[in-house]
Structures are given as structure tokens and as C-alpha cells.
């Protein structure tokens, strides 16, 4: 495979090898990344790369890793949007719930939709992610409550990741996301089913990496929670939990003993929560743009961060919560909703996400940073500078958007 150049006035690496006290993007001024159509094989100062390889210049541009979108729902069809209008009338999300809203009504919408239907929603709603930067996303099922909704969303993924003009994408298995009317009356079946058959088929055809689980008050409990985690462990499969969205109920802790890869949402955590979290090395995925269509106070990042808990950054994408397709709107909330920096913002929405989705340590071509022998995603911004990227734009600044070293999107 033949390399080609890019140059850059900067080049924001977020490789650790890098990274310093005054450096924190581990940043090189001026700088040269040479790629193949899988991976970076050399990244430095101009001045020291070799001049036998075609270098193509962008000038006074920033290039960053291609952006990784750690949390979202993004397999849905239809549209909430009359829901968002009751939630500006003073509705919460359970009076909402309790009128045949939220995930209930994407689940009709799922049950309604063909497979195909799923598949070119969801290839459509990539496609304009990559063109905000985003080079990998993680997918959630969970809109499907019943085995056959479940198993048509994840086929519908699947067939979507095969797809190599598209961001890389990650399936997880949402085991328990809200109770369907079918299950009203037998929720411990619904639950043991879900942490039994349905995951031992989607685990053995390959339909999903990670199990998640929504812990909290009026959604499922640490116990039913832990069913699902356990089998997903024996299963070989990762485990992502949604945790304290409305209320404290113990699912960090409940994280931390399982050892889960992620807790998302965190609004709501005891210190002792996130103590057990940090000794279990377990990264809080940070949805701003949820908590800011809910009108809810920020998680304790000072407290996430003084513990030393890596916080990723993700967008949440979906239609009730967080109406977005937008992983850069989320990072703007970060920094200007969460007082997150935006160093912390670009590491969480890059190489900290891809950690939190086992893309990044000791994996053969890891994602999430550029670095030698990292697969060649990368994105060149229409900025100057990394800090514009956290600016609440509203509208898409990339110039170009690889992955793999193809370009799967631009602005
Ligand atoms: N909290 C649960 N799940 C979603 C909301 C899904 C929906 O309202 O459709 C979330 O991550 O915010």
C-alpha cells in the first residue's frame, strides 16, 4: 500500500508518547502524518520528515484524530419532536412516558420498520456524522424491547458496519432499556430472557461487542442489571451500564463490581460510587446534550476528575433526549455546561472514548489517537486551532474526514 502525507501548522496527536504538563494534546507545530489505507506509519515535525513521499499542505489548518462517539442510539426511525414541544410545556420525562412518549414510542416506530428501514436511517445518520468529524460511533439496540425488534435493530447494525465508507462502528446489545406492555405482567422472565437466550444468540452470531443496561428509578434494578452483566462477562462480551440519569441507585458500584468498561450519564453519584468506580478503572461517558435537554444539573466533574476518572464525552444521539447527530454540539456543552477544558473535551471525544470501547491499549491497530501503527482515522478541521473545535459552531468545519485512511466525509 503506497503512503501519502498530510501537513499541518498543527497536529494534535493525543498520543500519550506525547502528551506533557505544558503539552496536553501532545500537539506538534508544523507537523507531517504519513498514512496508508489502514494506518499512520510516521508522524513529526516537518523538518524531519523524508521527502520521497507525496505531502499535500493544508496550510494554517489543525488535523485531530478522527472523533469517537462512545453513547448512542443511534438505530432509531422516526421522530419525537411533538414529545420536545409537551417537554417545553413543563412535561417531565415520566409524564412524557406515561402519554405513550419516549423510548416507548421508538419502539413502535422500530416494531413498524423494516429491517432496511433501520439499515438506511441509520447509513444516512453516519454518513452525515462522519461529516462532523466522527471516524468511529458506538450503536446501541435497545429501541426493540422484543426479541424480534431487538434482533432486527442489530442485524440492521451489522449490516451497516460491514460498510467501509462509513465510521467504524461498535454494537452493544441495550439487554434492558425500558419494560415493553407484552412484559408488564412477567418482568423477571423479560429480564432473565434478555440476560440468557437473547444474549447467547446475539453473543454467538457476533450482533454485539458490549451489553448495556439503564439503572436507575423507573428503569431496572442493580440485581436485574447484574443478571445481564454477569452472562455478558462469561459470554466474552464488554459491559457499558447507563448509570444515575435521575437518581442514585448504586449502578456505579454495581460497575465497578463487574468490571464494566463504561458509566454513562453520571448526574447522579455518591462519593462512595465514585470511589469504587476509580479503583475499578471504570471511564464515566458524559452526555451533556441530555442533561441539557432535561434542564438537569451537571455531573460532579470535579469530583470524577480529583478521582482521577477518565470522562469521555459522547453525544447521546436520539430522538428524545438528546435530538442531536451532533458528537461536536456535545463537546461544546462539555466545556461550556460541564466546565470541562478543552483539552479534557478533545481527549475525551477521541483516544478516552476509543479506550472506553477496548479501540485503544494493547489492540493490534488501535483508534482514537495519531500515532505509528494506529489506524489512519484523522480529521482536518476548517480551524486554526483545536480550540475552535469546542466553539458551539452549529454547523460542520471539516475539510476532510478519514478512516482507515479513506475519506468518509467533509463539510
Ligand atoms: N436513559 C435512557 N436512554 C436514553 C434515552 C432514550 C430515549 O429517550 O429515547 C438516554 O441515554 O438518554
Redesign the pocket.
Known sequence: MSLVGVAAKRIVTCDPARITKDNPLGTIEDGVILYDQHSFSWVGPRASAGANVPIIDHGDRVITPGLVDA?T?AA?VGS?HDEYVMRMAGAS?LDIAAAGG??V??HNAVMNASEEEIEQTLAARLKRMASLGVTTCEVKS??GLEPEGERKQLRAIARVREERDLPHVVPTFLAL?ALPKSAKASRDHYVLRAATTLLQEFASAKLCEFVDA?V?KN?FTVDEARLVCESAKKLGLGVRL?VG?FADVGGAELAAEVGARSV??LENVSDKGIAALAKAGVSAVL?PT?SFTLGQEPPPVERLRAAGIPMVVAS?A?????PTESLPLAMALAVRLYGLTPAETILGATRLAAASLGLWGSVPHPRGAIAPGARADFVVWDLPHENAIVQPWGSPKTLLVLRDGVCIGRS
Do not use: K
Open positions: 453513547h442510539h432509531w419525537r420525562y419516549g423510548i414510542a421508538s435497545g429501541y432499556h439503564y436507575d428503569a447507563h440519569q454513562d450519564h452526555l441530555a447521546d436520539n430522538p428524545g433526549t438528546a
